[in-house]
């Protein structure tokens, strides 16, 4: 196994992730959406950074509404060729109203499960289009999404903070991959 990013690493480029969307998302409330099952560490890790900067006081600010919606992309390491809903969003138009919204997913391969997630917002009347915002951990080329911690280029299949193959290895502290470039 090759280790891609230490857990260290990853600990800081999450906290400079959280530091840019509070900066691009200024005084506005916020919601934040996890892409489930990949983006849940990540999501986790991030919604603790922000509230941190937001407020002085333990635990999420009121202007943070936290949300999750299912959505897969991968079968045994190969995109399924589709993206398939596993759970609903979870949130109400009411919720939503007047935030800027993130979806935070693991990586953003070829964008599917964002675009999926930002067209049910979008599509439900739940959000403005211009109010979404993306974060993911890994990209595989620039200016793909908002914000971003790692641009890993290639086809290499990842593992380790929410990234797992099936189920294995989702809670490795370290983002590795066995380097050899899958589809």
């Known amino acids: 196994m090759k280790i891609w990013a230490a857990e260290e690493a990853v600990r800081e480029a999450l906290f400079r992730m959280s530091e840019e969307m509070d900066r691009q998302s200024g005084d506005a409330p916020l919601a934040l959406i996890t892409i489930l099952k990949g983006g849940a560490m990540i999501g986790t890790h991030l919604i603790e950074a922000l509230s941190y900067l937001r407020s002085s006081v333990p635990g999420p600010p009121s202007d943070i509404v936290i949300g999750n919606i299912g959505l897969s992309s991968y079968e045994d390491k190969r995109s399924a060729g589709q993206v398939m809903c596993t759970s609903k969003l979870d949130l109400s138009a009411d919720a939503l109203k007047g935030r800027t919204v993130w979806l935070m997913d693991d990586i953003y391969d070829t964008g599917g499960t964002l675009i999926i997630a930002a067209k049910n917002l979008e599509f439900r009347g739940r959000v403005d289009p211009e109010n979404i915002k993306t974060a993911t951990l890994i990209v595989r080329e620039e200016g793909k999404v908002d914000v971003h911690g790692f641009l890993f280029p290639g ?29």
Request: charge should be negative; aromatic fraction near 10%; proline fraction near 0%.
């Open 155 to 183: 086809k290499h299949f990842f593992v380790g903070w929410g990234m797992g193959d099936g189920e294995k290895n989702r809670a490795q502290l370290n983002i590795t991959s066995d380097d050899e470039e899958s589809n």
